[in-house]
């Protein structure tokens, strides 16, 4: 129930804006054959920027190291690091307050999820 509440608040406050922009840039990013594979890991932040209380991230047991670690340096190398520092400024303005602290913690999910994305699974 604490979830569903603070899925509403958070989407009332801008996590609908949040998820807008990850699906239209990974729509864009799977107009190009080169960017599916990013444009994939945008529609997972965009699920959870949706719908982050009560989500947790989890590394896959059977996915490819070698792989998944080329492909989060590429993603950081092209913008995840901005992604994230974005996640990480919008939580230490929320953690300013008490009430905005369950908020800072979600960014804080976010933030990690967008530094390195592959290999992650939402739970």
């Given at each position: 129930?604490?979830?569903?509440?603070?899925?509403?608040?958070?989407?009332?406050?801008?996590?609908?804006?949040?998820?807008?922009?990850?699906?239209?840039?990974?729509?864009?990013?799977?107009?190009?054959?080169i960017g599916i594979p990013?444009?994939?890991?945008?529609?997972?932040?965009?699920?959870?920027?949706?719908?982050?209380?009560?989500?947790e991230i989890k590394t896959?047991?059977?996915?490819?190291?070698?792989?998944?670690?080329?492909l989060n340096i590429t993603?950081?190398?092209?913008?995840?690091?901005?992604?994230?520092?974005?996640?990480?400024?919008?939580?230490?303005?929320?953690?300013?307050?008490?009430?905005?602290?369950?908020?800072?913690?979600?960014?804080?999910?976010?933030?990690?999820?967008?530094?390195?994305?592959?290999?992650?699974?939402?739970?």
């Amino acid at each position: 129930m604490i979830s569903l509440i603070g899925n509403i608040i958070w989407i009332i406050f801008g996590g609908i804006f949040i998820f807008t922009e990850y699906i239209f840039t990974g729509i864009v990013l799977c107009l190009t054959i080169i960017g599916i594979p990013f444009g994939i890991q945008l529609f997972k932040l965009g699920m959870l920027s949706l719908f982050p209380f009560g989500k947790e991230i989890k590394t896959k047991e059977n996915y490819s190291g070698a792989l998944s670690i080329l492909l989060n340096i590429t993603w950081i190398l092209l913008g995840g690091i901005w992604i994230s520092i974005t996640h990480i400024l919008f939580a230490a303005f929320f953690a300013i307050t008490i009430i905005g602290i369950p908020f800072a913690l979600q960014h804080f999910k976010l933030a990690a999820l967008a530094l390195t994305p592959f290999g992650k699974e939402i739970k």
